[in-house]
């Protein structure tokens, strides 16, 4: 019987659908690119979507090996070796498991979510490297879709990372019909994915505090390597920066460096109040083009690393033919070595590195660092303020590790 005059339900929003069970999706992720500083929010993003963390699959580290036995016959064109790199990642996660993966996610990541953001005019990616994912994807699509003929959906969300609120709707577009999720999933997927990103984020920074704290403490040098996010990877950055390590002098990613305010203000507080800078993260005085993420990252670390006491070198490691980073070769040259900390420049990096001449390299800089390091140290200590926060608590205080080298 029809109802004329009977209440109609309230408006907004619809229940949410019943959760989908995806506890037995794998989910395969090449580590490649700018996933090495944003795979902790892929891995709690899909958590949070209901995949277990066993079947969160990612590639293993680029080499020779898996380029020749899972890319051949994959590559495309392109001058950049870690964007070439990504077709051994794929043909690896399609056809070198042991257990099928059901879907490939390669996100082209247009913007990043770095912790100059606000301090910096854009942060965004490198055009070449938001496209890779797609160009790579053309290799195994030119005779037929290998995707397919797998059984694999191949997912690529386009993201701006650096905006967590439009996030959600991206993820939404593109993975809706390949999870089946629908908005409110990918909103709460999101926030977890950043949860996840900022807690690792943190721990980072907090060890490599500890690290520098350290060196505070004993008055002894580290090295603090400036590269991109890719060059942690052994098969991209040669492991140039472990082999340094064995010499016994510690090693801090510029990406991981700390910001408490704490340090920041006792590195660049005086700075700020003569009004040469308008914060701790602010590179305007070096770097007017601030849009590219990794490089806004790069001229930062090396002003740190130029007023930092106990980093006496950096390693300054570049991509053969990348166009980025070729228009920072001079300015963080110079900055580092404003105040004579040293610095050494790997920027060729390919497929192949003799190891012979990484070795007589390594053997070189240990030996300007053993021989310059205290005067180094000496030379900034004088030019900062005398109660560094690293010695807090301590009975060593700044003023007494300076007059202890004199």
């Known amino acids: 019987m029809q109802t004329w005059f009977g209440k109609k339900a309230s408006g907004g929003s619809p229940p949410p659908s019943p959760r989908k069970d995806r506890s037995g999706l794998r989910v395969g992720i090449p580590k490649v690119l700018n996933v090495w500083s944003t795979s902790q929010f892929w891995v709690g993003f899909l958590r949070d979507l209901g995949i277990e963390s066993e079947n969160i699959v990612f590639s293993s580290d680029t080499s020779e090996e898996q380029g020749r036995e899972f890319g051949k016959g994959r590559g495309t064109v392109d001058c950049c070796y870690p964007v070439k790199s990504i077709s051994g990642h794929y043909g690896e996660l399609i056809f070198g498991q042991k257990k ?21 005019s854009e942060t965004l990616a490198c055009t070449r490297v938001m496209a890779g994912p797609e160009n790579i994807k053309a290799g195994f699509m030119k005779e ?29 577009d593109c993975l809706k019909d390949i999870f089946g999720v629908d908005l409110a999933e990918c909103e709460h997927a ?9 807690a690792f984020n943190k721990k980072m920074r907090d060890a490599s505090r500890e690290i520098m704290a350290w060196c505070a403490r004993e008055n002894k040098p580290c090295v603090l390597v400036l590269g991109r996010p890719y060059h942690m990877d052994p ?9 340094l390590q064995a010499h016994g002098y510690p090693i801090v990613w510029l990406q991981y460096l700390p910001i408490d305010d704490d340090l920041m203000n006792w590195i660049f507080g005086e700075e700020i109040k003569a009004k040469k800078i308008r914060s701790a993260l602010d590179i305007s005085d070096v770097w007017t083009s601030s849009n590219s993420s990794n490089t806004n990252e790069i001229l930062w670390g090396a002003k ?22 070729q228009p920072t070769y001079t300015p963080t ?18 497929s192949t590195k003799p190891a012979g001449s990484i070795r007589i390299r390594i053997e070189t800089i240990v030996h300007y660092l053993a021989k310059y390091s205290d005067q180094i140290i000496q030379k900034k200590l004088v030019l900062l303020p005398p109660d560094c926060p690293l010695l807090a608590g301590k009975e060593k205080t700044l003023a007494a590790v300076a007059s202890n080298e004199k």
Not at 333 to 350: H, M, R, S, Y
């Open 333 to 350: 040259q110079k900055i580092v070595e404003a105040a004579g900390t040293l610095f050494f420049k790997f920027g060729d990096l390919d």
């Open 235 to 243: 098969g991209i950055g040669h492991e140039i920066e472990s082999d």
């Open 304 to 325: 740190v690393a130029a007023r930092f006491p106990w980093i006496t070198c950096v390693l300054r490691l570049s991509s053969y033919e990348c166009g980025m980073d």
């Open 144 to 172: 037929s879709d290998v995707f397919a003929d797998n059984g694999i959906k191949y997912a690529s969300p386009f993201l701006s990372m650096a905006e967590p609120e439009v996030v959600p709707k991206q993820m939404y």
């Open 190 to 198: 999101v926030e977890a994915g950043y949860r996840e990103l900022r």
């Open 100 to 120: 099928k993966i059901n879907i490939i996610l390669s996100p082209m990541i247009y913007s990043l979510p770095s912790f100059m953001r606000g301090h910096v």
